[in-house]
């Protein structure tokens, strides 16, 4: 073996042990905050308020948790909480689309009942 | 220089960690155990693996993270959290089945509304067609049922007209008959032959057949009333020819009512020798003049 390449099989089987421990030194999440900030407001737009309340107000909460955590650079609780929020709002997304699913199906199932009976009085 | 040994070192070290990792993956810890079997249950569920693909995936990744960080020996409160993120995802998946389910029913609701209508106004179009048709069937009838009536009104002014003119006919021929002439005062008949014996005011036996017509006459014309005036001729005195042809036209008159023409239909008038139709210094003129004459009015 050359003493080049010698060298260089060392760095690489010290590279994962490097990044291990650049992992506990926890850099501040600032694209988590960012997602869970964009899902939020998407939630809302979609009419979770009414129609998610519980989910809705649990990623609110989560992400002021997250942004507290931030200012008092508790990384990696910022990073949960932020994570949570995200999943919150996607949760509260979710069940506002079902809420608005069951509207249209119901009112068009009632639509769709008078005209039957419509269509019944006309034949007789 | 970085000798072999310390190469072999190295691998050592790493293969000792992979060992750890590898005794923690062999015994999963309960959040992933849970997480694992509610995962495993929503991508059973055929709803959800139809319905909410994108959904499902990412719930699996956050299980598999949640297994990977399990295996690493994440702490309690790391594990606790992925587990949450995991649950929520699972949910999230289960939801937006609900959510695809609900939306597909409506799909299909209102394809079913469109030929439910679709249906409605062909059959509408159809009555109103058929209504049309029966319309116009009852408008040839109406129509048949006027052209019958117009030659029903027709057939009775012709038969109208028809009677009219017989009955104008027997009229005329009626009067014919009563040797009548129209003069202002109405159509007179003069009774002149034989009816009276000189000097008498009885009915001779051959007067019947000229009362007779007469009497028919005013049988069948009850809106018919009659004038009869006595005549005479200028032999005797004034006083005394009005007396007598006063007699006579009441004789006239008794004939027709004890015939059964009421009386009230009869007036009588006696005007002796005032009103000649002919000379009297002839026995033929006075004959004449011996006469009764029946004025037929309204």
């Known amino acids: ?35 869970a900030e964009s899902a939020l407001v998407a939630a809302e737009k979609a009419g979770a308020a009414e129609d998610a309340a519980v989910s809705l107000r649990r990623s609110r909460d989560e992400l002021g948790k997250a942004e507290r955590s931030m200012e008092a650079e508790s990384y990696d609780e910022a990073r949960r909480a932020a994570e949570a929020a995200e999943v919150d709002a996607h949760h509260a997304m979710a069940q506002a689309r079902r809420a608005e699913a069951r509207r249209s199906f119901e009112e068009l199932d009632e639509a769709t009942r008078a005209l039957q009976e419509e269509i019944r009085h006309d034949q007789r | 220089m970085i000798s072999d040994d310390a190469i072999r070192t190295q691998l050592l070290t790493i293969a000792a960690v992979g060992a750890l990792l590898g005794a923690c993956a062999h015994e999963p810890g309960p959040i992933a155990v849970k997480a694992r079997q509610e995962y495993k249950a929503a991508a ?101 049922e006027a052209q019958l009536m117009e030659l029903d009104v027709a057939a009775a002014r012709a038969d109208a007209a028809e009677e009219r003119a017989a009955s104008a006919e027997k009229q005329l021929e009626e009067l014919r008959n009563l040797n009548a002439r129209q003069t202002d005062r109405g159509l007179v008949l003069t ?87 002919a000379p009297n210094d002839t026995p033929a003129g006075r004959q004449q003049n011996r006469r009764v004459e029946v004025v037929i009015t309204r």
Request: with cysteine; hydrophobic share 35%; net charge negative.
């Open chain 2, 44 to 144: 059973e569920d055929p709803e959800v693996q139809r319905l909410a693909g994108v959904e499902l995936h990412e719930a699996q990744q956050a299980v598999e993270s949640l297994e990977r960080a399990d295996r690493r020996g994440e702490d309690e409160v790391e594990l606790k959290h992925m587990g949450y993120l995991a649950q929520r995802r699972i949910e999230i998946a289960r939801i937006a089945a609900e959510g695809a389910e609900l939306e597909a029913r409506t799909k299909s609701l209102g394809e079913e509304r469109t030929r439910m209508q679709l249906e409605a106004r062909k059959r509408e179009v159809r009555e109103a067609e058929e209504r049309a048709e029966a319309a116009e069937a009852e408008v040839d009838a109406a129509q048949d």
């Open chain 1, 1 to 35: 073996m050359r003493p080049k390449t010698r060298r260089r099989i060392y760095l690489m089987l010290q590279a994962p042990l490097f990044a291990g421990l650049a992992a506990c030194a926890t850099p501040p999440p600032h694209q988590a905050v960012a997602r």
């Open chain 2, 191 to 277: 009774l002149t032959s034989g009816l009276f014996a000189v000097d008498r005011a009885e009915l001779q036996p051959g007067a019947s057949a000229e009362l007779d017509r007469i009497h028919a006459y005013l049988s069948s014309h009850e809106d018919r009333s009659v004038t009869i005036e006595g005549h005479t001729d200028s032999q005797g005195t004034d006083a005394y020819n009005l007396d007598l042809s006063r007699r006579r036209a009441q004789a006239v008159a008794d004939h027709l009512i004890g015939r059964g023409i009421p009386t009230t239909r009869i007036r009588v008038e006696g005007l002796g020798e005032a009103r000649p139709i």
